[in-house]
C-alpha cells in the first residue's frame, strides 16, 4: 500500500536506535526526506547512512539531546517546516522502590518524555495548520495507560503527554493536522537489550530465558517481546495520507499484556 506521503519532511528524534530507527527506516522506505537526532553521534550517523543506503532517501543526522532548549534549536534549524514529526527517547529508569526517586530523576523524566514532545508540538504546529497537512506521533509507553510499580516515571509523565496530546489534537484537526501516540510494552531494543542481558547475567541464565521468564510473569498473551519494526511500521501508518481521520488516539501495541475490551 503506498501511503502518500513521498517527498514529505519528517523530524524524528530519538531515530538512531530502538523504535525510532525502526520508524526512520519505515518512513524512508515511504520516500520521505528525514532529520533525525540522537545524543551519540557515531551511532547516529552510522543508522543514517545505512537507511539512507537500503532506501534512497535523504536521511540527515543531527546530534543533538532532545530534552534541552539547545538542541531543540539545532534540530528546529536543520528542519524549521516539518510536515511530520515523530518522537521518542530511552525509556526513563525502572522504579522498583517509588520511594527512591530522586528529584532530579522526575526533572529528567519529566524534560524528556513530556516537556520536549511538548515543546516540539508548540513550535511545529502553526505552520503544519497553515500548509494544511500534519501528521505527529509520539512513541510513549504502555505504562501511560496501564500503570505500573516499575513504571512510574514512563508512565506518569507518558500520561500527561498523551493528556496533552489528545486535547491539542481536538484544536487541529480541521487543519489536516493529526496527533496519535503508540504505547509499545516489552520490545527487543538496543535499551531493553542491554536491560534483559545484564538481568540475565545476575541470575545466571541466558537473555532468552530472562525474556521468557518476564514474559511469563507479566502476562504477555504473545509469550515473547515484540520487534522494533512492529512499533516503526505503525508510526508510518500513522503518518500517512490513509490516517486523515484517525487523531488523538493511542495504541497499545503490547502482545496481548494488557487486557480492555475497547
Ligand atoms: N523497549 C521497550 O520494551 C519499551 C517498553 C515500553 C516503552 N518503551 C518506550 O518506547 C520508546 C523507545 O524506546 P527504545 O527501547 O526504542 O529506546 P532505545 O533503544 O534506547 O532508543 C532510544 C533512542 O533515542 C535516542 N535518545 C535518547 N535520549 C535522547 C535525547 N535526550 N535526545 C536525543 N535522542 C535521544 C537514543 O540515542 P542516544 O542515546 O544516542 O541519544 C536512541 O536513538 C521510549 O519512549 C520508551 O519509553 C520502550
Redesign the pocket.
Known sequence: MDLGIRGRKAIV?????????SAVQALAREGVELYV????EE??VQACKEIADDTGAKVVPIC????TPE?REKILAACPEPDILVG?????PMTPDYRAITDQQWRDAID??LL?PVEFMRRVIDGMAERNWGRIVN?????AKYPGEIRVL?GAT?AALTNYTVAVSKLVAKHNVIINNLL????H????EVQFNERAAAKGITYDEEVAEFSREWRIAAER?GD?DD?GDFVAMFCSQQANYITGQSLVIDGGATTSIF
Not at 528524534?13 to 530507527?21: K, T
Not at 521518542?88 to 526513563?92: E, H, K
Open positions: 528524534n530519538g531515530g538512531s536506535a530502538g523504535m525510532g530507527r537526532s540522537s545524543r551519540g551511532r547516529l543533538a539531546d532532545h530534552s538542541g521518542t527517547c530511552s525509556p526513563p524528556i518524555s520536549s512513541i510513549a509507553t504502555v505504562a514512563s507518558r509499545p510494552g516489552m520490545h531494543s538496543a535499551f531493553v517481546f522494533c512499533v
